[in-house]
């Protein structure tokens, strides 16, 4: 499973591994204030984003990366732990960094989304200091990646046992 989920990246391998994260002191820089959305953008980047899931879920057909639409438009992204992160380490996997990749890929396509939510677990069912640095590190990731700062959401921690992205409209 791990392997298909690697070759979903496209481009070959990626790199095994990442900078160390900030302090946890370290705050991110808040994203500069924009202007909502009208309804008629609303509409439309929902109807952009529910292109987005299908062809997200086509590369990850039959792996247990999980990806729908919720009622409100938004797009949610989960990858279970275990693809995510090896225990008590913060190095992003192989395979997630295949959905990353492709994340990535989907934000630089529809500029008018965003990464509203990005949330990484802990080895336990509780939130620690581990899952901030994960959060980080996906943070990171993607920013390698080309997704500008202002376009991701905070690093946090959840306690589901997956990492959850969640793009929504961008509030421009």
């Known amino acids: 499973m791990l392997l298909a989920l690697a070759g979903c990246a496209g481009v070959g391998p990626p790199t095994p591994t990442m900078p160390a994260p900030p302090p946890l002191s370290t705050a991110m820089p808040p994203a500069p204030a924009q ?12 109807a952009a984003l529910s292109v987005e899931q299908q062809w997200l879920s086509s590369w990850f057909r039959g792996t247990p990366v999980r990806i729908a639409q919720r009622d409100d438009g938004t797009l949610t992204v989960d990858v279970p732990r275990e693809f995510s992160f090896d225990p008590g380490r913060s190095v992003v996997k192989p395979a997630l960094a295949a ?19 990005l949330a990484a677990p802990d080895d336990r069912p509780q939130t620690s200091p581990l899952a901030v640095e994960r959060a980080v590190q996906v943070h990171r990731y993607l920013r390698q990646r080309g997704v500008p700062a202002a376009r991701l959401g905070e690093p946090s921690a959840t306690s589901a046992a997956t990492v959850q992205l969640r793009i929504g409209p961008s509030p421009r």
């Not at 202007?35 to 929902?46: G, H, I, K, N």
């Not at 492709?102 to 630089?108: M, Y």
Request: charged share 30%; net charge positive.
């Open 35 to 46: 202007a909502p959305l009208s309804p008629e953008q609303r509409t439309a980047t929902a």
């Open 99 to 117: 959905v990353l990749d492709k994340v990535a890929e989907s934000l630089r396509r529809r500029p008018m989304s965003r990464l509203t939510s």
